[in-house]
Protein backbone atom coordinates (compact mmCIF):
# COMPACT_ATOMS: atom_id res chain seq x y z
CA UNK A 1 0.00 0.00 0.00
CA UNK A 2 1.00 3.42 -0.91
CA UNK A 3 1.71 5.64 1.85
CA UNK A 4 1.35 9.72 2.02
CA UNK A 5 3.64 11.40 4.30
CA UNK A 6 3.74 15.43 5.86
CA UNK A 7 6.64 17.32 5.98
CA UNK A 8 5.50 19.79 8.44
CA UNK A 9 7.63 23.52 7.81
CA UNK A 10 7.39 26.75 9.36
CA UNK A 11 7.77 29.93 7.48
CA UNK A 12 10.67 31.35 10.20
CA UNK A 13 12.78 28.20 8.71
CA UNK A 14 12.23 30.08 5.21
CA UNK A 15 16.64 30.03 4.93
CA UNK A 16 16.90 26.26 6.75
CA UNK A 17 17.47 24.60 3.43
CA UNK A 18 20.39 26.76 2.74
CA UNK A 19 24.01 24.79 2.76
CA UNK A 20 27.25 26.59 3.06
CA UNK A 21 29.42 26.97 0.13
CA UNK A 22 33.00 25.96 -0.04
CA UNK A 23 34.71 28.51 -2.29
CA UNK A 24 33.94 32.59 -2.16
CA UNK A 25 34.17 34.95 -4.68
CA UNK A 26 36.82 37.87 -3.65
CA UNK A 27 35.66 41.31 -4.20
CA UNK A 28 37.79 43.12 -6.64
CA UNK A 29 41.37 43.77 -5.65
CA UNK A 30 40.29 43.48 -1.79
CA UNK A 31 43.02 40.72 -0.53
CA UNK A 32 42.25 38.90 -4.05
CA UNK A 33 46.16 38.69 -4.83
CA UNK A 34 44.84 39.51 -8.40
CA UNK A 35 45.74 43.01 -9.80
CA UNK A 36 43.17 45.55 -8.54
CA UNK A 37 39.99 46.00 -11.40
CA UNK A 38 40.09 42.45 -11.64
CA UNK A 39 37.48 40.20 -11.26
CA UNK A 40 38.30 37.32 -9.15
CA UNK A 41 37.75 33.50 -7.83
CA UNK A 42 39.51 31.80 -4.73
CA UNK A 43 39.32 28.31 -4.02
CA UNK A 44 40.48 26.77 -0.97
CA UNK A 45 43.23 24.18 -1.43
CA UNK A 46 42.16 22.18 1.97
CA UNK A 47 39.04 22.73 3.64
CA UNK A 48 40.47 21.91 6.96
CA UNK A 49 44.10 22.24 7.99
CA UNK A 50 45.95 19.63 6.07
CA UNK A 51 49.50 17.76 7.29
CA UNK A 52 51.54 15.73 4.70
CA UNK A 53 53.42 12.25 6.38
CA UNK A 54 56.82 10.96 5.67
CA UNK A 55 59.83 11.49 3.56
CA UNK A 56 57.55 12.12 0.30
CA UNK A 57 53.90 13.09 0.40
CA UNK A 58 51.51 15.45 -1.39
CA UNK A 59 48.12 17.00 -1.89
CA UNK A 60 45.86 17.38 -4.44
CA UNK A 61 42.80 19.82 -5.33
CA UNK A 62 40.59 20.17 -7.83
CA UNK A 63 39.56 23.84 -9.30
CA UNK A 64 37.59 25.22 -12.44
CA UNK A 65 38.04 27.16 -14.94
CA UNK A 66 34.42 27.80 -16.82
CA UNK A 67 34.43 28.23 -20.48
CA UNK A 68 33.60 31.68 -20.47
CA UNK A 69 36.45 32.99 -18.31
CA UNK A 70 39.27 34.53 -19.99
CA UNK A 71 41.67 34.28 -17.37
CA UNK A 72 44.25 36.89 -17.09
CA UNK A 73 46.29 35.97 -13.94
CA UNK A 74 46.38 32.76 -11.71
CA UNK A 75 48.11 33.03 -7.73
CA UNK A 76 48.44 30.45 -5.37
CA UNK A 77 48.87 31.43 -2.17
CA UNK A 78 50.39 28.74 0.32
CA UNK A 79 50.71 28.83 4.29
CA UNK A 80 52.44 26.42 5.66
CA UNK A 81 54.24 25.48 8.32
CA UNK A 82 57.42 22.90 8.40
CA UNK A 83 58.68 19.99 10.58
CA UNK A 84 61.42 22.21 13.21
CA UNK A 85 63.13 19.28 12.21
CA UNK A 86 63.41 19.67 8.93
CA UNK A 87 66.87 19.96 6.99
CA UNK A 88 66.41 23.57 5.14
CA UNK A 89 68.91 22.54 2.38
CA UNK A 90 67.49 18.89 1.67
CA UNK A 91 63.86 19.58 2.22
CA UNK A 92 61.90 20.69 -0.66
CA UNK A 93 58.21 21.80 -1.66
CA UNK A 94 57.12 21.25 -5.53
CA UNK A 95 53.72 22.93 -6.58
CA UNK A 96 52.35 21.51 -10.09
CA UNK A 97 49.44 22.32 -11.93
CA UNK A 98 48.18 19.75 -15.06
CA UNK A 99 51.45 18.29 -14.41
CA UNK A 100 53.11 20.70 -15.55
CA UNK A 101 55.57 22.17 -12.55
CA UNK A 102 55.22 25.50 -11.15
CA UNK A 103 58.18 26.27 -8.87
CA UNK A 104 59.87 24.89 -5.67
CA UNK A 105 60.75 25.92 -2.94
CA UNK A 106 62.87 25.30 0.15
CA UNK A 107 60.22 25.55 3.33
CA UNK A 108 61.13 27.29 6.10
CA UNK A 109 61.66 25.42 9.86
CA UNK A 110 60.21 27.25 12.27
CA UNK A 111 59.06 26.37 16.23
CA UNK A 112 55.73 27.78 15.77
CA UNK A 113 55.80 31.04 13.01
CA UNK A 114 52.93 30.33 9.83
CA UNK A 115 54.94 31.09 6.68
CA UNK A 116 53.52 32.40 3.34
CA UNK A 117 54.39 31.69 -0.10
CA UNK A 118 52.56 33.30 -3.34
CA UNK A 119 53.17 32.42 -6.40
CA UNK A 120 52.08 32.95 -10.08
CA UNK A 121 50.81 29.92 -12.23
CA UNK A 122 51.20 30.60 -15.88
CA UNK A 123 47.69 30.92 -18.07
CA UNK A 124 48.76 28.58 -20.62
CA UNK A 125 49.38 26.14 -17.90
CA UNK A 126 45.42 25.93 -17.42
CA UNK A 127 42.59 24.05 -19.00
CA UNK A 128 38.82 25.02 -19.94
CA UNK A 129 37.14 22.65 -17.31
CA UNK A 130 38.51 20.95 -14.36
CA UNK A 131 42.05 21.65 -13.40
CA UNK A 132 44.29 19.68 -11.14
CA UNK A 133 47.04 21.54 -8.29
CA UNK A 134 49.63 19.00 -6.63
CA UNK A 135 51.59 20.06 -4.18
CA UNK A 136 54.54 17.48 -3.07
CA UNK A 137 56.53 17.82 -0.14
CA UNK A 138 60.15 16.04 0.01
CA UNK A 139 60.48 16.96 4.17
CA UNK A 140 64.21 15.53 5.35
CA UNK A 141 65.16 15.12 9.01
CA UNK A 142 68.26 14.18 10.72
CA UNK A 143 71.87 15.57 10.85
CA UNK A 144 72.97 16.34 7.00
CA UNK A 145 76.89 15.66 7.98
CA UNK A 146 76.25 11.88 9.26
CA UNK A 147 77.32 10.43 6.23
CA UNK A 148 75.98 6.98 6.72
CA UNK A 149 72.52 5.18 5.29
CA UNK A 150 70.28 4.88 8.15
CA UNK A 151 66.57 3.12 8.14
CA UNK A 152 63.59 5.85 7.46
CA UNK A 153 61.77 7.41 9.96
CA UNK A 154 58.65 8.92 9.35
CA UNK A 155 57.23 10.47 12.14
CA UNK A 156 59.49 14.04 12.32
CA UNK A 157 58.88 14.50 8.64
CA UNK A 158 56.06 16.50 8.31
CA UNK A 159 54.65 19.15 6.52
CA UNK A 160 51.39 21.42 7.40
CA UNK A 161 49.20 23.59 4.72
CA UNK A 162 46.83 25.48 6.47
CA UNK A 163 43.13 26.01 5.58
CA UNK A 164 43.85 29.37 4.58
CA UNK A 165 45.61 28.49 1.52
CA UNK A 166 44.03 29.04 -1.62
CA UNK A 167 43.68 29.90 -5.53
CA UNK A 168 42.50 32.86 -7.14
CA UNK A 169 42.09 33.22 -10.60
CA UNK A 170 41.98 36.37 -11.85
CA UNK A 171 39.50 36.73 -14.95
CA UNK A 172 37.38 38.39 -17.29
CA UNK A 173 33.71 37.38 -18.14
CA UNK A 174 33.60 36.73 -22.20
CA UNK A 175 30.52 38.55 -23.76
CA UNK A 176 27.73 36.62 -23.63
CA UNK A 177 26.89 34.70 -26.65
CA UNK A 178 23.31 34.91 -28.44
CA UNK A 179 22.77 31.42 -27.00
CA UNK A 180 20.30 29.56 -24.20
CA UNK A 181 23.33 27.18 -23.64
CA UNK A 182 26.05 30.22 -22.97
CA UNK A 183 23.26 31.54 -20.30
CA UNK A 184 22.92 28.20 -18.68
CA UNK A 185 26.56 27.66 -18.02
CA UNK A 186 26.64 31.02 -16.48
CA UNK A 187 23.61 30.71 -14.71
CA UNK A 188 24.83 27.90 -13.41
CA UNK A 189 28.32 28.87 -13.37
CA UNK A 190 30.65 28.59 -9.45
CA UNK A 191 30.95 32.65 -9.40
CA UNK A 192 27.24 33.46 -10.28
CA UNK A 193 26.66 31.14 -7.80
CA UNK A 194 28.88 32.32 -5.31
CA UNK A 195 27.98 36.10 -5.72
CA UNK A 196 24.16 34.89 -6.15
CA UNK A 197 23.77 37.06 -8.98
CA UNK A 198 20.80 34.31 -10.35
CA UNK A 199 17.38 33.95 -9.29
CA UNK A 200 13.74 32.04 -10.81
CA UNK A 201 11.36 34.28 -11.02
CA UNK A 202 7.31 33.77 -10.89
CA UNK A 203 4.19 35.80 -10.81
CA UNK A 204 3.44 36.79 -7.11
CA UNK A 205 0.40 34.57 -7.01
CA UNK A 206 1.93 32.23 -9.25
CA UNK A 207 -0.43 29.28 -10.05
CA UNK A 208 -0.39 25.50 -9.84
CA UNK A 209 1.59 24.94 -13.28
CA UNK A 210 4.02 28.04 -13.03
CA UNK A 211 4.94 26.44 -9.71
CA UNK A 212 5.64 23.26 -11.28
CA UNK A 213 7.42 24.03 -14.12
CA UNK A 214 9.46 26.40 -11.95
CA UNK A 215 10.83 24.02 -9.52
CA UNK A 216 11.74 21.17 -12.37
CA UNK A 217 13.74 24.05 -13.92
CA UNK A 218 15.11 25.17 -10.47
CA UNK A 219 15.85 21.28 -9.34
CA UNK A 220 17.72 21.08 -12.53
CA UNK A 221 19.66 23.86 -12.54
CA UNK A 222 21.00 23.86 -9.03
CA UNK A 223 22.25 20.70 -9.60
CA UNK A 224 24.42 21.82 -12.20
CA UNK A 225 25.49 24.24 -9.83
CA UNK A 226 26.76 21.57 -7.68
CA UNK A 227 26.65 20.80 -4.09
CA UNK A 228 27.96 23.26 -1.51
CA UNK A 229 26.92 26.43 -3.25
CA UNK A 230 24.40 28.60 -1.99
CA UNK A 231 21.07 27.98 -4.03
CA UNK A 232 19.03 29.44 -6.25
CA UNK A 233 16.44 31.79 -4.52
CA UNK A 234 12.88 31.64 -6.05
CA UNK A 235 11.77 34.87 -6.50
CA UNK A 236 7.88 36.67 -7.30
CA UNK A 237 7.28 39.66 -9.82
CA UNK A 238 5.40 42.02 -7.30
CA UNK A 239 7.10 41.02 -4.32
CA UNK A 240 10.56 40.96 -5.05
CA UNK A 241 11.26 43.63 -7.52
CA UNK A 242 14.05 45.26 -6.38
CA UNK A 243 15.89 42.23 -5.51
CA UNK A 244 15.44 40.54 -8.78
CA UNK A 245 16.58 43.74 -10.35
CA UNK A 246 20.05 43.24 -8.78
CA UNK A 247 20.24 40.28 -10.52
CA UNK A 248 22.70 39.51 -13.38
CA UNK A 249 21.03 36.73 -14.59
CA UNK A 250 17.00 35.28 -14.23
CA UNK A 251 15.10 32.57 -15.38
CA UNK A 252 11.55 34.08 -15.98
CA UNK A 253 8.71 31.44 -15.91
CA UNK A 254 4.81 32.23 -16.27
CA UNK A 255 2.16 32.10 -18.71
CA UNK A 256 2.24 34.76 -21.37
CA UNK A 257 -0.47 36.95 -20.16
CA UNK A 258 0.99 36.84 -16.10
CA UNK A 259 4.20 38.09 -17.47
CA UNK A 260 5.64 41.41 -16.36
CA UNK A 261 4.98 43.45 -19.04
CA UNK A 262 8.68 44.67 -19.59
CA UNK A 263 8.94 41.09 -20.82
CA UNK A 264 5.94 39.89 -22.53
CA UNK A 265 6.80 42.96 -25.06
CA UNK A 266 10.02 41.03 -25.84
CA UNK A 267 7.99 38.20 -26.53
CA UNK A 268 7.39 37.89 -29.99
CA UNK A 269 5.59 34.67 -31.03
CA UNK A 270 2.26 35.17 -32.43
CA UNK A 271 0.25 32.55 -30.68
CA UNK A 272 1.30 30.18 -27.50
CA UNK A 273 -1.91 27.92 -27.29
CA UNK A 274 0.02 24.77 -29.03
CA UNK A 275 3.55 26.02 -28.19
CA UNK A 276 5.65 26.65 -24.83
CA UNK A 277 8.49 29.04 -26.14
CA UNK A 278 11.92 29.19 -23.95
CA UNK A 279 13.21 32.92 -25.17
CA UNK A 280 16.96 34.13 -24.32
CA UNK A 281 16.17 38.01 -23.89
CA UNK A 282 17.78 41.27 -23.19
CA UNK A 283 15.46 42.92 -20.03
CA UNK A 284 17.06 46.40 -20.04
CA UNK A 285 20.49 45.11 -19.31
CA UNK A 286 19.74 41.92 -17.73
CA UNK A 287 19.67 38.79 -19.49
CA UNK A 288 16.75 36.56 -18.96
CA UNK A 289 15.71 33.63 -20.14
CA UNK A 290 11.83 33.39 -19.95
CA UNK A 291 10.08 30.51 -20.48
CA UNK A 292 6.42 30.92 -21.29
CA UNK A 293 3.03 29.74 -23.22
CA UNK A 294 -0.33 29.78 -23.06
CA UNK A 295 -0.78 26.19 -22.46
CA UNK A 296 -0.42 25.06 -18.82
CA UNK A 297 0.37 21.18 -19.80
CA UNK A 298 3.50 22.97 -22.07
CA UNK A 299 4.35 25.17 -19.70
CA UNK A 300 5.31 22.34 -17.50
CA UNK A 301 6.99 20.61 -20.33
CA UNK A 302 9.25 23.32 -21.22
CA UNK A 303 10.15 23.69 -17.12
CA UNK A 304 11.16 20.06 -17.60
CA UNK A 305 13.23 21.08 -20.52
CA UNK A 306 15.40 23.41 -18.46
CA UNK A 307 16.07 20.79 -16.15
CA UNK A 308 17.64 18.99 -18.45
CA UNK A 309 21.68 20.10 -18.61
CA UNK A 310 22.29 18.03 -21.50
CA UNK A 311 19.38 19.31 -23.53
CA UNK A 312 19.85 22.78 -22.28
CA UNK A 313 23.84 22.39 -23.31
CA UNK A 314 23.20 21.67 -26.97
CA UNK A 315 20.87 24.72 -27.50
CA UNK A 316 23.40 27.63 -29.76
CA UNK A 317 20.35 29.48 -30.44
CA UNK A 318 18.51 32.47 -28.51
CA UNK A 319 14.84 30.40 -29.00
CA UNK A 320 13.46 26.79 -28.03
CA UNK A 321 9.99 25.77 -28.84
CA UNK A 322 8.24 23.08 -26.77
CA UNK A 323 5.36 20.99 -28.54
CA UNK A 324 3.72 18.04 -27.37
CA UNK A 325 6.09 16.30 -29.65
CA UNK A 326 9.26 17.44 -28.37
CA UNK A 327 11.61 14.69 -26.71
CA UNK A 328 12.36 16.76 -23.13
CA UNK A 329 13.15 13.46 -20.52
CA UNK A 330 16.44 12.64 -19.01
CA UNK A 331 17.22 9.23 -19.23
CA UNK A 332 16.07 6.97 -16.16
CA UNK A 333 18.60 6.34 -13.26
CA UNK A 334 19.94 2.92 -13.70
CA UNK A 335 19.91 1.79 -10.01
CA UNK A 336 21.38 -2.03 -10.13
CA UNK A 337 23.76 -1.30 -12.06
CA UNK A 338 28.37 -2.03 -13.15
CA UNK A 339 29.49 1.13 -12.44
CA UNK A 340 33.46 1.81 -14.66
CA UNK A 341 35.21 3.47 -12.12
CA UNK A 342 37.75 5.00 -14.35
CA UNK A 343 37.30 5.61 -17.91
CA UNK A 344 40.55 5.67 -19.79
CA UNK A 345 42.62 4.20 -16.52
CA UNK A 346 44.60 6.07 -13.52
CA UNK A 347 48.02 6.25 -12.85
CA UNK A 348 49.81 7.20 -9.62
CA UNK A 349 53.52 7.63 -9.13
CA UNK A 350 55.82 8.06 -6.68
CA UNK A 351 57.36 5.96 -4.03
CA UNK A 352 55.67 5.26 -0.12
CA UNK A 353 52.03 5.64 0.04
CA UNK A 354 50.16 6.99 -3.08
CA UNK A 355 46.32 6.96 -3.31
CA UNK A 356 43.33 7.21 -5.99
CA UNK A 357 39.97 8.33 -4.87
CA UNK A 358 36.85 7.28 -6.80
CA UNK A 359 33.52 8.68 -6.15
CA UNK A 360 30.61 6.84 -7.14
CA UNK A 361 26.54 8.27 -6.76
CA UNK A 362 23.42 6.40 -5.20
CA UNK A 363 20.63 7.57 -4.69
CA UNK A 364 19.80 8.89 -0.58
CA UNK A 365 17.03 6.33 -0.56
CA UNK A 366 19.82 3.16 -1.41
CA UNK A 367 21.95 1.28 0.59
CA UNK A 368 24.28 -1.09 -0.43
CA UNK A 369 22.69 -4.69 -0.05
CA UNK A 370 24.45 -8.07 0.03
CA UNK A 371 27.19 -9.60 -2.43
CA UNK A 372 28.26 -5.76 -3.88
CA UNK A 373 31.72 -6.75 -5.58
CA UNK A 374 34.97 -4.66 -6.54
CA UNK A 375 37.01 -6.38 -8.96
CA UNK A 376 40.45 -4.02 -9.27
CA UNK A 377 42.43 -4.39 -11.87
CA UNK A 378 45.90 -2.79 -11.57
CA UNK A 379 49.69 -3.27 -12.84
CA UNK A 380 52.91 -1.96 -11.79
CA UNK A 381 56.61 -1.09 -11.56
CA UNK A 382 59.42 -4.57 -11.18
CA UNK A 383 61.44 -2.46 -8.91
CA UNK A 384 59.37 -2.59 -5.82
CA UNK A 385 60.61 -4.46 -2.84
CA UNK A 386 57.77 -7.07 -3.39
CA UNK A 387 57.97 -8.01 0.51
CA UNK A 388 57.14 -4.88 2.20
CA UNK A 389 54.57 -3.52 -1.33
CA UNK A 390 51.14 -3.72 -0.94
CA UNK A 391 47.78 -2.29 -2.15
CA UNK A 392 44.75 -2.02 -0.08
CA UNK A 393 41.06 -1.06 -0.92
CA UNK A 394 39.54 1.63 1.34
CA UNK A 395 35.16 2.52 1.36
CA UNK A 396 34.94 5.79 3.04
CA UNK A 397 38.06 5.85 4.40
CA UNK A 398 37.46 2.10 6.46
CA UNK A 399 39.75 -1.20 4.85
CA UNK A 400 37.79 -3.56 3.45
CA UNK A 401 40.74 -5.53 1.71
CA UNK A 402 44.56 -5.61 0.94
CA UNK A 403 46.81 -7.59 -1.18
CA UNK A 404 50.39 -8.12 -2.07
CA UNK A 405 52.21 -7.30 -5.18
CA UNK A 406 54.59 -9.21 -6.29
CA UNK A 407 56.89 -9.25 -9.48
CA UNK A 408 55.45 -12.44 -11.26
CA UNK A 409 51.85 -10.64 -11.74
CA UNK A 410 53.56 -6.87 -12.26
CA UNK A 411 51.85 -6.90 -15.60
CA UNK A 412 48.62 -7.62 -14.86
CA UNK A 413 47.69 -7.92 -11.92
CA UNK A 414 43.62 -7.96 -9.86
CA UNK A 415 41.59 -7.68 -6.17
CA UNK A 416 38.34 -8.70 -6.15
CA UNK A 417 36.78 -7.74 -2.68
CA UNK A 418 33.21 -8.44 -1.28
CA UNK A 419 32.01 -5.12 0.01
CA UNK A 420 31.20 -5.93 3.94
CA UNK A 421 27.29 -5.44 4.31
CA UNK A 422 27.99 -4.04 7.80
CA UNK A 423 29.30 -0.75 6.73
CA UNK A 424 25.91 -0.03 6.24
CA UNK A 425 26.53 2.37 3.20
CA UNK A 426 23.81 4.32 1.59
CA UNK A 427 23.71 7.34 -0.45
CA UNK A 428 26.99 8.59 -1.91
CA UNK A 429 30.50 6.93 -0.82
CA UNK A 430 34.07 6.63 -2.00
CA UNK A 431 36.35 4.19 -2.78
CA UNK A 432 39.99 4.45 -2.88
CA UNK A 433 42.77 2.37 -4.08
CA UNK A 434 45.60 3.17 -1.90
CA UNK A 435 49.38 1.74 -3.04
CA UNK A 436 52.19 1.10 -0.63
CA UNK A 437 54.63 1.10 -3.43
CA UNK A 438 58.50 0.96 -1.73
CA UNK A 439 61.68 0.41 -3.43
CA UNK A 440 64.79 -2.10 -2.12
CA UNK A 441 67.67 -0.69 -0.40
CA UNK A 442 65.30 2.69 0.59
CA UNK A 443 66.79 4.39 3.15
CA UNK A 444 67.60 7.79 3.97
CA UNK A 445 70.86 8.18 1.54
CA UNK A 446 68.32 6.89 -1.46
CA UNK A 447 66.84 10.21 -3.18
CA UNK A 448 63.25 9.17 -4.52
CA UNK A 449 62.62 10.05 -8.03
CA UNK A 450 59.53 11.56 -9.30
CA UNK A 451 58.82 8.75 -11.86
CA UNK A 452 59.48 5.32 -10.39
CA UNK A 453 57.86 3.56 -8.48
CA UNK A 454 54.27 3.52 -10.34
CA UNK A 455 51.01 1.70 -10.80
CA UNK A 456 48.62 2.04 -13.02
CA UNK A 457 44.92 1.32 -12.52
CA UNK A 458 43.31 -0.07 -15.61
CA UNK A 459 39.84 1.09 -17.15
CA UNK A 460 38.09 -2.33 -16.65
CA UNK A 461 38.08 -2.10 -13.02
CA UNK A 462 33.94 -2.15 -12.12
CA UNK A 463 31.98 -1.94 -9.19
CA UNK A 464 29.34 -4.40 -9.18
CA UNK A 465 26.80 -2.62 -7.09
CA UNK A 466 23.57 -4.55 -5.64
CA UNK A 467 21.35 -2.30 -3.31
CA UNK A 468 18.35 -2.05 -1.56
CA UNK A 469 15.39 0.32 -0.89
CA UNK A 470 15.19 2.06 1.92
CA UNK A 471 12.00 3.30 3.54
CA UNK A 472 12.24 3.84 7.03
CA UNK A 473 10.74 6.92 7.34
CA UNK A 474 13.54 8.56 9.11
CA UNK A 475 15.62 12.25 7.92
CA UNK A 476 18.54 10.21 8.27
CA UNK A 477 17.19 8.90 4.57
CA UNK A 478 15.92 12.43 3.56
CA UNK A 479 15.05 13.32 0.99
CA UNK A 480 12.78 9.84 0.74
CA UNK A 481 9.94 9.46 0.46
CA UNK A 482 9.92 13.06 -1.49
CA UNK A 483 12.46 11.54 -4.24
CA UNK A 484 13.00 7.60 -5.01
CA UNK A 485 15.64 6.29 -6.73
CA UNK A 486 16.36 9.80 -7.53
CA UNK A 487 13.00 10.83 -9.42
CA UNK A 488 10.60 13.06 -7.94
CA UNK A 489 7.81 10.58 -6.33
CA UNK A 490 4.34 12.10 -6.05
CA UNK A 491 4.96 15.12 -4.68
CA UNK A 492 2.12 17.00 -3.45
CA UNK A 493 2.82 20.71 -2.34
CA UNK A 494 0.31 22.35 0.07
CA UNK A 495 1.01 26.62 0.18
CA UNK A 496 -0.78 28.69 3.30
CA UNK A 497 -3.35 31.27 2.17
CA UNK A 498 -1.33 33.89 2.27
CA UNK A 499 1.73 34.23 0.66
CA UNK A 500 4.90 36.58 1.11
CA UNK A 501 8.63 36.36 0.20
CA UNK A 502 9.32 33.96 2.83
CA UNK A 503 6.79 31.37 0.93
CA UNK A 504 8.80 31.65 -2.07
CA UNK A 505 11.79 31.67 -0.69
CA UNK A 506 11.18 28.52 1.42
CA UNK A 507 9.67 26.78 -2.25
CA UNK A 508 13.21 27.93 -3.19
CA UNK A 509 15.20 25.96 -0.64
CA UNK A 510 13.31 22.96 -0.22
CA UNK A 511 14.34 22.51 -3.96
CA UNK A 512 17.51 23.87 -4.18
CA UNK A 513 18.22 21.06 -1.65
CA UNK A 514 15.42 18.19 -3.33
CA UNK A 515 17.68 19.16 -6.85
CA UNK A 516 20.71 18.03 -5.20
CA UNK A 517 19.61 14.81 -5.10
CA UNK A 518 17.15 14.52 -8.37
CA UNK A 519 18.52 12.39 -10.88
CA UNK A 520 16.29 13.41 -13.63
CA UNK A 521 13.75 15.50 -15.15
CA UNK A 522 11.31 12.48 -14.41
CA UNK A 523 8.68 12.24 -11.45
CA UNK A 524 5.83 14.68 -10.44
CA UNK A 525 5.34 17.87 -8.21
CA UNK A 526 2.10 19.23 -7.86
CA UNK A 527 1.22 22.26 -5.91
CA UNK A 528 -2.31 22.88 -3.78
CA UNK A 529 -3.85 25.84 -2.16
CA UNK A 530 -5.86 25.98 1.08
CA UNK A 531 -8.77 24.56 -1.08
CA UNK A 532 -7.35 20.98 -1.96
CA UNK A 533 -9.08 17.96 -0.76
CA UNK A 534 -8.31 14.98 1.02
CA UNK A 535 -8.77 13.00 -2.03
CA UNK A 536 -6.42 14.65 -3.69
CA UNK A 537 -3.61 14.11 -1.45
CA UNK A 538 -4.21 10.10 -0.32
CA UNK A 539 -1.91 9.18 -2.57
CA UNK A 540 0.88 12.00 -2.66
CA UNK A 541 4.55 12.55 0.02
CA UNK A 542 2.74 15.83 0.84
CA UNK A 543 4.40 19.11 2.30
CA UNK A 544 2.69 21.50 3.62
CA UNK A 545 4.18 24.80 3.83
CA UNK A 546 2.58 27.39 6.59
CA UNK A 547 1.65 27.55 9.92
CA UNK A 548 -2.06 26.46 12.15
CA UNK A 549 -3.69 29.49 11.41
CA UNK A 550 -2.82 29.80 7.34
CA UNK A 551 -2.99 26.10 6.40
CA UNK A 552 -5.90 23.90 6.64
CA UNK A 553 -3.12 20.77 6.45
CA UNK A 554 -1.50 21.65 9.09
CA UNK A 555 -4.54 22.36 11.72
CA UNK A 556 -5.73 18.88 11.04
CA UNK A 557 -3.04 17.24 11.07
CA UNK A 558 -2.06 18.73 14.70
CA UNK A 559 -3.32 15.83 16.61
CA UNK A 560 -0.75 13.95 15.12
CA UNK A 561 2.34 16.19 15.19
CA UNK A 562 5.03 15.32 17.46
CA UNK A 563 5.25 18.90 19.05
CA UNK A 564 1.61 20.17 18.81
CA UNK A 565 0.43 23.40 18.64
CA UNK A 566 -1.83 25.28 21.57
CA UNK A 567 -5.32 25.41 21.48
CA UNK A 568 -4.81 28.82 20.12
CA UNK A 569 -2.42 27.30 17.40
CA UNK A 570 0.01 30.50 18.76
CA UNK A 571 2.86 28.09 19.51
CA UNK A 572 4.13 24.56 20.43
CA UNK A 573 3.71 23.18 23.41
CA UNK A 574 5.58 20.62 25.75
CA UNK A 575 5.55 16.81 25.18
CA UNK A 576 6.55 13.83 27.10
CA UNK A 577 10.20 14.37 25.32
CA UNK A 578 10.83 18.18 25.96
CA UNK A 579 9.53 20.79 28.28
CA UNK A 580 9.06 24.38 25.80
CA UNK A 581 8.20 27.65 27.53
CA UNK A 582 5.19 29.12 26.53
CA UNK A 583 6.97 31.84 24.88
CA UNK A 584 9.53 29.95 23.34
CA UNK A 585 7.35 27.70 21.70
CA UNK A 586 5.59 30.58 19.50
CA UNK A 587 9.27 31.97 18.22
CA UNK A 588 10.20 28.28 17.23
CA UNK A 589 9.79 26.59 13.69
CA UNK A 590 9.45 23.18 13.19
CA UNK A 591 10.28 19.69 11.25
CA UNK A 592 8.05 17.29 11.41
CA UNK A 593 7.77 14.05 8.97
CA UNK A 594 4.73 12.06 10.30
CA UNK A 595 2.72 9.50 8.46
CA UNK A 596 -0.13 10.89 6.86
CA UNK A 597 -3.13 11.28 8.75
CA UNK A 598 -5.06 10.81 5.15
CA UNK A 599 -4.15 7.05 5.10
CA UNK A 600 -3.74 4.37 8.14
CA UNK A 601 -0.65 4.29 9.98
CA UNK A 602 1.60 1.15 9.07
CA UNK A 603 3.10 -1.23 11.35
CA UNK A 604 6.38 -3.01 10.93
CA UNK A 605 6.84 -6.88 10.68
CA UNK A 606 6.87 -7.39 14.53
CA UNK A 607 3.34 -5.05 14.76
CA UNK A 608 5.18 -2.36 16.41
CA UNK A 609 4.63 1.23 15.22
CA UNK A 610 7.52 2.44 13.16
CA UNK A 611 9.53 4.76 14.88
CA UNK A 612 9.83 8.49 13.34
CA UNK A 613 12.10 11.35 14.25
CA UNK A 614 10.68 15.28 14.68
CA UNK A 615 13.44 17.23 14.02
CA UNK A 616 13.00 20.76 15.41
CA UNK A 617 16.01 23.41 15.62
CA UNK A 618 17.94 22.51 18.21
CA UNK A 619 17.18 19.30 19.22
CA UNK A 620 15.82 15.47 17.60
CA UNK A 621 13.25 13.24 18.97
CA UNK A 622 12.45 9.98 18.52
CA UNK A 623 8.31 8.55 18.89
Given at each position: MKIGLILFMLLCLAAAASAPYAAMAAEPGVNSGVDSGATSYTTPIADTDTTLDGNVSYKQQFFQVPVYWKVGQVKIALDYKASPLAQDKLSSVTVSVNG???????????????????????????????????????????????????????ADKWFQIYKSSSIIVGYSPLPLANAIADFAARFTGLDTFARQDNAIAVPKDADASELEAAVYALSGLAKSGGAGTKGIPLLAYGIDDSDIADKKLVVAVAMRDRLPASLR????????????????????????????????????????????????????????????????????????????????GDQVTGINHRTKDYYVALPANRSIAEASKLNLRFRYAKNLDFDRSLVTVLVNGKPIGSKKLTEALADGDSLNLTIPKNMNLSGNFTITAAFDLELKNNVSCVLPQDQMPWAFIDADTALQLNTKDRTELLFNNYPYPFLRDGIYNQVGVVLPGTRDADTYRTIGNLFNLLGQYAEGNAGEVRFFGTDVTSDQLKDRNVIAIGSYADNPV??????????????????????????????????????QLIVSPLRIRPRTAGGHRRRIPVCVPGFQAYR
Open positions: TAITSFRPVASESARQRMVFEVPVSALIQGTNTLTIEGHIVSGDEQVQICTPTYDSLIPDAALGDKAVIRLVDAKGQPTLVVTSDNAALLVKAGRLVANAALLDQLSGPVKEVTENTEVASPVPNITKIVSLTDAIRDANKSLYFKYNAAGTGFVSNEKMSIDEEYGKRIGSL
